[in-house]
């Protein structure tokens, strides 16, 4: 659908690889100005660089999204530089090796799982609703995960409450701000071929954990994902794909 997002501006958090850079490229093709985010600035530099190359509009800025003050300064970043916000992604996420069993987690762990994973998309929302709404408007996609709808098979105890509290969030502003022509959607994607699991899933036997569990016996690629990314600039819904779990589906 090349130019949907003609003239939308979208910051894309998590966009030096995996999902993130995924997205950028295609919201890019249809037309978006892409802010890449990132606390990587290699990762994100490269993202634009690849969006540039194919005949897009990106720009990058690095930021921790535990920060409040680094990330009203994104935002703050994205309206001066293209004029407005339009397509918000909250895409940005870790999972330590060091997060496992809650018996064996321990809360520094804990604490820095939830501030990235959660807090950073609080704060997204925080200071990028603000700025939808200048614009008229607008679309909010956080990235959740499947074990925030079933658990998982292999304990990651701050990782999933992490997600869990990312989907609650998310409905909670789908609801508040449905009214003031803002959307709210979480994908909910199972394990996904990104740099993030690659480093994960390294050890064997941890991988052969997770795969043990998906019917198809892959992980999923995240271009695979870029089909809920775009349904999630239409609708308010969880938005779950597989990895391949289970089919691509919407649930409202």
């Not at 930021?63 to 918000?88: K, S």
């Not at 820095?112 to 408007?137: D, H, Q, S, T």
């Amino acid at each position: 659908m090349a130019g949907r997002l003609e003239d939308r501006v979208a910051l894309i958090t998590g966009a030096g690889g995996g999902i993130g850079r995924a997205t950028a490229a295609r919201f890019a093709a249809e037309g978006a100005r892409v802010v890449a985010a990132d606390f990587d600035e290699a990762a994100g530099r490269e993202t634009v660089e690849q969006v540039r190359s194919q005949g897009g509009t990106a720009d990058f800025t690095r930021v921790d999204v535990a920060r409040a003050d680094q990330v009203a300064t994104m935002i703050a970043f994205a309206e001066q530089r293209f004029g407005a916000l339009h397509v918000l992604f909250n895409n940005a996420g870790i999972f330590p090796d060091d997060d496992g069993s809650v018996l064996e987690t321990d809360e520094a762990t804990f604490d820095r799982v939830i501030g990235v994973n959660l807090k950073g998309v609080f704060f997204g929302c925080k200071y990028g609703i603000p700025a939808l709404l200048r614009a008229g408007g607008g679309s909010i996609i956080n990235t959740a995960s499947f074990v925030a709808v079933m658990g998982s098979a292999t304990a990651q105890s701050a990782y999933t409450a992490s997600k869990g509290g990312v989907l609650a969030l998310t409905r909670e502003i789908a609801v508040e701000f449905a009214r003031k022509g803002i959307r709210a959607n979480a994908l909910c994607p199972g394990p996904v071929n990104t740099p993030l699991l690659q480093t994960l899933l390294a050890n064997p036997a941890a991988r052969a954990r997770r795969i043990v569990h998906l019917p198809m016996g892959r992980l999923a690629e995240a271009t695979e994902i870029l089909s809920l990314a775009d349904t999630g600039l239409a609708t308010n819904a969880k938005l779950s794909a597989s990895s391949p779990i289970a089919p691509v589906r919407r649930m409202s």
